[in-house]
């Protein structure tokens, strides 16, 4: 076994808090299509989990990834049922030298409106990506591409800046992996929803059929596909978008719907699991929830009047001092979450609780003296007032009872006053950035590895910015993680990314908080649930049938 599929399948034990429901009724959706290798009926999906844009250089949340998933190709996909990549449209894909990752195509691949898909459009899909670097965009796991070569039609040498790069291919697997039409998208601007859609350029197992943003998209199969799923289950699939997670489980019940996909709160998962219609299921995973700090404009940060670097990471201490996760995770989502004392999930190669002894009571319970105490010794007069942003519909509707419970935590030490603050998430995600001091993430990871949870976050260069653009740069630590990456000895690896977890706990750019657990609920009637539930994490409409 490979060290990198030795850390895939340790990353299996992980949770996250995906919700798939499915209703035992008949479906309001047309079942007249005859359906793909299962023969099954058309599906209807629900979610609340929403759209930023299709474009994947312009958006790196789970709502618009799930879409990618559907309508575009990859290079390489997960195996179902693993965290191992195999290849998807290419026919193979190997390191011919430490820093040259080398993948041919198959032949006559083809793009669902005709168009031939060769390397230049391969090429063109990684080039757009860091040139066009949308802040919102998956650009920062490039940071390791030097530059593309294509000899011929059918051939891309990636040319990378660390060899033997372990993580490359699973990042050609994830949300910077699809592969767009070079003669519909854009090379220097994110291209429109309607574009793509009129252009129809897809070219994975299903293509767009009609699309109302974050209303209903009507999927259906496409004949180019020639991927590693294989033909799809179901001929046709549209997917409704909920503002209230509430009506999406009246309709999971009342069978209006077939499956409920994210997100649902934990007194809804209680009372649907009670429902002798649905069958509770476990899948691995791996969600995470934290605080975002903005370093430019939190209390003290470096763009305020009172611009002061100790009393700025003074606060961010006194935070973690003062959060109970242990209660959040109780009371607001009755254990459906765990704690999370580090910036590497538990159950990962490198996991590691730094927090939970640096902060706190040193056994996950608060301690308002040491808060008291970070913010005395700093010259940081109290009560300190926290400006603190949250979306009440990207991570489920628990998310108000959960940072309400923040407020109350901090403001109950009497060092804080808390400004708390929603945004819906379209608005959040162009917002986050330049107007949030403290805010609200959670993040899907794009592949089982601790590297995915460190470098989009903490790796910021010039040439290759972070995902969170909260002006945090240490420059001793992005050498600390483009070292690790190349490290085949895995117990060495593993240290170098406890040591990096060290760094973060010092310097805090984000405070960890919860892990999730995956939880599904489906009838016998919807095929493939325990396929698409896997240690990819990638939900996979092409292998649900009827």
């Not at 509770?280 to 003290?300: A, C, K, Q, T, W």
């Not at 407020?407 to 162009?430: C, I």
């Not at 050498?479 to 990096?500: C, P």
């Not at 919860?514 to 240690?535: F, H, R, Y």
Request: charged share 25%.
């Amino acid at each position: 076994m490979t060290r990198t599929r030795a850390l895939l399948k340790a990353g299996a034990a992980l949770s996250a808090t995906a919700l798939l429901l499915s209703a035992c009724s008949t479906s309001t959706t047309d079942t007249s299509g005859e359906g793909g290798e299962g023969g099954g009926e058309a599906l209807t999906i629900g979610t609340t989990d929403k759209v930023t844009v299709l474009d994947p250089a312009g958006s790196y949340d789970n709502g618009s990834f799930f879409v990618m998933q559907q309508v575009f190709p990859f290079l390489l996909a997960y195996t179902p049922g693993t965290a191992e990549t195999e290849p998807d449209i290419a026919e193979s894909a190997e390191f011919t030298e430490p820093t040259k990752y080398e993948v041919k195509l198959k032949e006559g691949l083809k793009f669902s409106n005709g168009n031939d898909l060769t390397s230049s459009d391969v090429k063109f899909s990684f080039d757009r990506q860091k040139s066009i670097q949308d802040p919102n965009g998956p650009s920062s796991l490039l940071g390791g591409l030097e530059s593309i070569d294509t000899p011929d039609e059918q051939t891309v040498v990636f040319n990378l800046t660390r060899e033997n790069d372990q993580t490359f291919p699973l990042v050609l697997a994830g949300p910077a992996g699809p592969i767009v039409d070079e003669d519909v998208f854009s090379a220097e601007e994110i291209t429109a929803d309607d574009d793509i859609v009129s252009g129809e350029a897809f070219g994975g197992p299903y293509a767009i059929d009609s699309y109302q943003f974050n209303e209903l998209v009507s999927y259906k199969a496409n004949p180019e596909y020639q991927g590693a799923l294989g033909e799809p289950k179901s001929d046709a699939v549209q997917m409704r978008y909920y503002t209230d997670a509430n009506n999406m489980k009246l309709d999971v019940q009342s069978g209006t719907i077939d499956v409920a996909w994210r997100s649902l709160s934990a007194t809804d998962i209680e009372d649907l699991g009670g429902d002798d219609n649905l069958t509770v299921h476990e899948g691995p995973g791996g969600e995470i929830r934290y605080i975002v700090f903005n370093l430019d404009s939190m209390p003290f940060g470096t763009e305020t009047d009172e611009a002061d670097e100790d009393k700025a990471k003074a606060v961010r201490q006194a935070m973690a001092h003062s959060i109970d996760r242990e209660a959040i995770a109780e009371q607001v989502y009755k254990g459906t979450y765990t704690p999370l004392f580090g910036h590497v999930p538990d159950g990962l190669p490198g996991a590691a609780e730094e927090l939970k002894s640096a902060y706190g009571d040193g056994s996950g319970g608060a301690d308002v003296e040491k808060a008291k105490q970070a913010l005395e010794d700093a010259g940081v007069e109290t009560p300190v007032e926290i400006k603190l942003q949250y979306s009440p519909d990207h991570y489920g509707p628990s998310s108000g009872d959960e940072y309400a419970q923040i407020k109350d935590q901090l403001e109950s030490t009497e060092l804080f006053t808390v400004d708390l603050q929603s945004t819906e998430w379209v608005q959040y995600a162009e917002e986050r950035i330049d107007a949030y001091p403290q805010y609200q993430l959670g993040w899907f990871p794009d592949y089982s590895d601790a590297d995915n949870y460190l470098v989009p976050f903490f790796y910021n260069t010039e040439d290759s910015p972070s995902f969170l653009g909260n002006d945090y740069t240490n420059d001793e630590l992005n050498q600390k993680l483009d070292e690790q990456v190349s490290m085949e000895d895995e117990g060495e690896r593993t240290t170098a990314i406890e040591d990096i977890q060290k760094t973060l706990s010092e310097d805090l750019p984000t405070l960890p908080l919860l892990q999730g657990e995956q939880i599904a609920v489906a009838n016998s009637e919807v095929t493939g649930i325990e396929d698409t539930l896997d240690p990819s994490f990638q939900f996979r409409l092409a292998l649900l049938g009827k």
